[in-house]
């Protein structure tokens, strides 16, 4: 008897676990950070002043630059030490940033300045795993925290700094048969402040966001940081202290969101999400000289409670665990869906007396106006299904974004 053969697919899987590295691997870390560091500025003002020089008519490719690693090496013998691949793919995220500005994706690429975020150090190949180490090129074997066993063929690693540990993320390429579409009970998600999740059948999840006295000990921290002079001990402690209080809420946050989208994501096929401009919902209402915004600490501290609640990480982790587990999530335009009565279909703002409370003004039906919302957002997606549309929002035609560049002095080619 021949058994039918499944369909199966490739799919990119991330793990990412914490580094134990020596003193002397950490110290090499370090400056082969700073090395990359260096190498992007340096690279990112040729690019510059080539394109300022000639009015946009030259543009330094990937190719021209990478010649220059070998010259660069011999000028600074730093750089040497190294590895080949790190400045390769230095080279490489750089191109793809200027890429994805010319297209309208991102803004124009900034320098890295040494206080900032560390830059990654990626290997895309040569990486192996051994027991509770991983190794990797011209640094050895280095210890890790191997919390879960990797499944896969391992593709790249890259290793960053979080201001308190060292991490690896191993990218791994997986075989895996195609998740059959499931038939459960779709439904609708409302992304909310106070309600951080509400669920079209009258669920709702909050996530453990920073509370009233978590934010006020942000503040002391944060003055406590400015009073310190930069570069001193002190103001390293005191940076310190306050990375350590930012990360313990953020690792509360990531913890719940991930065991709310996952139970979502494994109890149903279908859910239909919202298709929120964050950036434009989230933008100061200072106005200008002329014209002064009104309800401007409101409006600031709106944003931060909205850009606090992740609503971006949420929906791409939605996105991505419904298409392993055989769903999918169907984004719909949100405009309204929480002044819309479901009963008669009047829109008014006035239906809206309260932030939590529902109250159409025309027919008199009452409901929680997160519930309410998610129910319209669930209809306005089936509505999309039964006529057949997309199911991802129609994409912007790219635009180009104002250029803000940096008067400096040049970078001669090597």
Request: overall charge positive; hydrophobic content about 40%.
């Amino acid at each position: 008897m021949v058994r039918p053969i499944e369909a199966e697919t490739v799919r990119l899987k991330a793990y990412r676990f914490q580094l134990q590295p020596e003193l002397a691997q950490a110290a090499s870390l370090f400056a082969w950070s700073h090395a990359l560091r260096f190498l992007w500025n340096w690279m990112l003002a040729q690019r510059r002043d080539a394109f300022r020089a000639s009015e946009g008519r030259v543009r330094v490719s990937y190719h021209h630059q990478a010649a220059q690693l070998p010259p660069m090496k011999a000028v600074f013998p730093w750089v040497g030490l190294v590895p080949s691949q790190a400045l390769q793919q230095t080279l490489l995220q750089l191109d793809r940033a200027y890429v994805n500005f010319f297209e309208g994706r991102a803004k124009y690429p900034d320098f890295k300045r040494r206080s900032g975020a560390a830059p990654g150090i990626r290997w895309p190949q040569g990486v192996e795993i051994n027991g509770r180490c991983v190794w990797l090129p011209k640094l050895g074997w280095v210890k890790a925290r191997m919390s879960q066993r990797l499944e896969g063929i391992i593709k790249n690693a890259t290793v960053r700094f979080d201001g308190l540990r060292w991490h690896v993320s191993i990218q791994v390429e997986q075989t895996v048969e195609v998740p059959a579409k499931r038939e459960t009970p779709e439904i609708a998600i409302d992304l909310g402040v106070d309600e951080s999740i509400a669920v079209s059948d009258g669920r709702f999840f909050r996530l453990p966001v920073a509370s009233k006295a978590e934010e006020r000990r942000h503040s002391t921290l944060c003055r406590r940081v400015s009073r310190c002079v930069v570069g001193s001990r002190r103001h390293a402690r005191a940076k310190r202290r306050r990375l350590v209080f930012v990360r313990r809420i953020g690792n509360r946050v990531n913890d719940a969101r991930h065991k709310i989208t996952t139970t979502l994501a494994k109890n149903h096929g279908r859910i239909v999400g919202e298709d929120l401009a964050l950036r434009r919902l989230t933008r100061s209402a200072r106005g200008t000289v002329d014209v002064p915004g009104k309800n401007v600490a409101l409006k600031a501290r709106l944003n931060r409670a909205l850009l606090g609640q992740g609503h971006a990480e949420t929906v791409r982790q939605l996105a991505y665990k419904l298409s392993w587990c055989g769903g999918e999530l169907t984004k719909v335009n949100p405009a309204f869906t929480s002044q819309t009565c479901p009963h008669c279909g009047h829109v008014c703002a006035q239906n809206r007396p309260t932030r939590d409370r529902f109250s159409c003004v025309a027919c008199g039906h009452n409901s929680h106006a997160d519930t309410l919302a998610a129910r319209n957002i669930l209809a306005a997606g089936q509505a999309v299904s039964a006529r057949g549309g997309s199911r991802e929002p129609a994409k912007r035609e790219p635009t180009r974004l104002r250029r803000s560049l940096r008067l400096s002095a040049g970078i001669p080619a090597l």
